[in-house]
């Protein structure tokens, strides 16, 4: 579900990169999605929970220039 939310995200904004921190702000944000309330059923997600959650599938945010971004064509493809 992140993954595909994640997918979404990109697709909405046209971006091809985005920050641990927009990525996060951009999914609690997301109509109809659980990420405003993952923790406890009471706090959205953190940074930190979404980098966790797509590492078993190698993805992860890369430093370029500054701050690390995470990358849309990483997220493209049968990941579910």
């Given at each position: 579900?992140?993954?595909?939310?994640?997918?979404?995200?990109?697709?909405?904004?046209?971006?091809?990169?985005?920050?641990?921190?927009?990525?996060?702000?951009?999914?609690?944000?997301?109509?109809?999605?659980?990420?405003?309330?993952?923790?406890?059923?009471?706090?959205?997600?953190t940074?930190?929970?979404?980098?966790?959650?797509?590492?078993?599938?190698?993805?992860?945010?890369?430093?370029?220039?500054?701050?690390?971004?995470?990358?849309?064509?990483?997220?493209?493809?049968g990941?579910?």
């Open positions: 579900m992140l993954l595909a939310d994640i997918r979404r995200i990109f697709d909405m904004t046209e971006e091809t990169l985005l920050t641990p921190r927009e990525l996060t702000t951009k999914l609690v944000d997301l109509d109809e999605a659980p990420w405003a309330e993952w923790r406890r059923g009471e706090k959205p997600i940074e930190r929970g979404v980098a966790m959650m797509p590492k078993p599938y190698g993805i992860k945010s890369v430093k370029v220039r500054g701050p690390a971004h995470y990358f849309q064509r990483d997220f493209q493809g990941l579910e």
